[in-house]
């Protein structure tokens, strides 16, 4: 089992920075892909960026290809996703979401994914 909890969240002017993260329970979460998702208002939850297990592998949307960068710290239990050159476009719901222990490899579908934080609101101004 997996417990997830986001943090970072606020408002943020265009083009400005802001960094997430998402620290992890379960003495799993070592052996677990990562991902982050978001959602706006109306819209489909939408893939943001995954990591795999070991953080060697990372894989983006192409929106934020170049602004966004994922990371994580096994030996903290947390996952980061530093945001830049952000966009009101990038206004949304942010969630970290954990892949079942046998799933290592950073994968852009909700499907592969068994655990979810509850959120944190991200709204940029232009």
Do not use: H
Not at 8 to 28: E, F, K, N, P, V
Not at 53 to 61: K, M, N, P
Not at 83 to 94: F, G, I, Q, R
Request: hydrophobic share 35%; charged share 20%; proline share 3%.
């Amino acid at each position: 089992q997996v417990q997830l909890v986001e943090s970072g969240g606020g408002l943020a002017q265009a083009g400005g920075s802001l960094r997430l993260s998402c620290a992890a329970s379960g003495r799993t979460f070592s052996r677990n892909a990562m991902g982050w998702f978001r959602q706006a208002p109306g819209k489909e939850r939408e893939f943001v960026a995954a990591i795999s297990w070991s953080g060697g592998t990372t894989v983006y949307v192409d929106s934020v290809k170049g602004r966004f960068t994922i990371s994580r710290d096994n030996t903290k239990n947390t996952v980061y996703l530093q945001m830049n050159s952000l966009k009101p476009e990038d206004t949304a719901v942010y969630y970290c979401a954990a892949a079942p222990p046998y799933k290592r490899a950073a994968s852009r579908y909700k499907g592969d994914y068994d655990y979810w934080g509850q959120g944190t609101q991200v709204t940029v101004s232009s």
